[in-house]
Nanobody, 121 residues
Framework: QVQLVESGGGLVQPGGSLRLSCAAS????????MGWYRQAPGKQRGLVGT???????NYADSVKGRFTISRDNAKNTVYLQMNSLKPEDTAVYYC???????????????WGQGTQVTVSS
């Protein structure tokens, strides 16, 4: 069974930092792009950023210069380093991954269960 398991959320004061992790497990042949999204109360889920298998990244304007996405391909894990956090960063953060289960198979997108990040004094 394929799973994406997130960790690292919590409560942090404005200006603080958090690091989220998301590990994929199961009979995975390869992982293409991985990404982070977030959903604040009463709002739609929106993009935080993505990273390709080669390490190229893309970020939402609201997090550029504060958040950094990285990945460890050997561990099938993606990270989100969040610095200079603001109250408006409060949301449930979700990771996703586009995965293949055989070399000639299609890509499937899987999602993690979400982890709460609360920025408050």
């Amino acid at each position: 069974q394929v799973q994406l398991v997130e960790s690292g959320g919590g409560l942090v004061q404005p200006g603080g930092s958090l690091r989220l992790s998301c590990a994929a497990s199961g009979s995975i042949f390869s992982i293409n792009a991985m990404g982070w999204y977030r959903q604040a109360p009463g709002k739609q889920r929106g993009l935080v950023g993505t990273i390709t298998s080669g390490g190229s990244t893309n970020y939402a304007d609201s997090v550029k210069g504060r958040f950094t996405i990285s990945r460890d391909n050997a561990k099938n894990t993606v990270y989100l380093q969040m610095n200079s956090l603001k109250p408006e960063d409060t949301a449930v953060y979700y990771c996703n991954a586009d995965m293949k289960f055989r070399y000639d198979g299609p890509l499937y997108r899987y999602w993690g269960q979400g982890t709460q990040v609360t920025v408050s004094s």
